[in-house]
């Protein structure tokens, strides 16, 4: 029973390369979404997709891209990475019922040097 | 104002107490509401959805109040084990899509 996946779990950067953030549902969700985690902040949405070929920005997607070409897979890139992307990055996923809730993968923890 | 807002906190009581939550929420169109309890540095897990007619879950009872925007979350008998950051969440579909809007949740430290 796995829900949502994500890899890796840690990851240090220097500035300036790029990387991966894998997710993975298993759940069969149309609803996928990435945010970050600062120290002692609240969520921030980076980016979302409701269904396989569509994603859409969110509130802080500078520095990120997204792509969906599977109903399971929604991996969120950095190109260049920099400092202020040091953060803990969630990947989650809804099925689209109305009243449904979010779930969660476990996080990547991610530092940039 | 924050689409969705709740005391930071920390609320630190005894072992046994009793301690409330409120979070106001800014779109009345809204249509579902949840708590989420997140451990320090972990991802947030649902704690349990928060229905119109209020609902409980063994010591945590969840209040919906629409008419008024808030939602609420009572802990009895408090744990050690509670201590954890409490998270509101509001759903409603808006421009084509639901979109979950998160409080920056209250701190809660349970004390021996």
């Known amino acids: 029973n796995a829900g949502v996946t994500q890899t890796p779990k840690f990851r240090i950067l220097k500035i300036g390369q790029s990387m991966t953030l894998q997710c993975t549902q298993d759940?069969?969700?149309?609803?996928m979404y990435w945010y970050r985690q600062d120290p002692g902040m609240g969520l921030k949405l980076i980016y979302y997709s409701v269904g396989a070929g569509i994603t859409d920005k969110g509130e802080v997607p500078n520095g990120y891209n997204v792509s969906r070409s599977t109903t399971e897979d929604f991996p969120l890139r950095l190109e260049l990475a920099a400092p202020s992307q040091t953060s803990v990055y969630f990947c989650?996923?809804?099925?689209?019922?109305?009243?449904?809730?979010?779930?969660f993968g476990d996080g990547t923890r991610l530092s940039i040097l | 104002r924050k689409e969705v807002e709740q005391d930071p906190g920390p609320f630190n009581v005894p072992e046994g107490a009793t301690v409330a939550f409120n979070c106001t929420y800014s779109n009345s169109a809204s249509q579902s509401f949840f708590w989420y309890r997140q451990d320090c540095r972990k991802e947030p897990k649902l704690l349990m959805s928060v229905y119109s007619s209020g609902n409980e879950d063994g010591r945590f009872t969840a209040q919906l109040n629409r008419a008024s925007q808030y939602i609420s979350l009572l802990i009895r008998d408090s744990k050690l084990s509670d201590s954890a950051t409490y998270l509101c969440v509001v759903n409603g579909y808006t421009s084509g899509t639901y979109k979950y809007i998160f409080g920056t949740g209250t701190r809660l430290k349970v004390l021996a």
């Open positions: 989650a996923s809804y099925s689209g019922a109305s009243t449904g809730p979010q779930h």
């Open positions: 759940m069969n969700h149309n609803y």
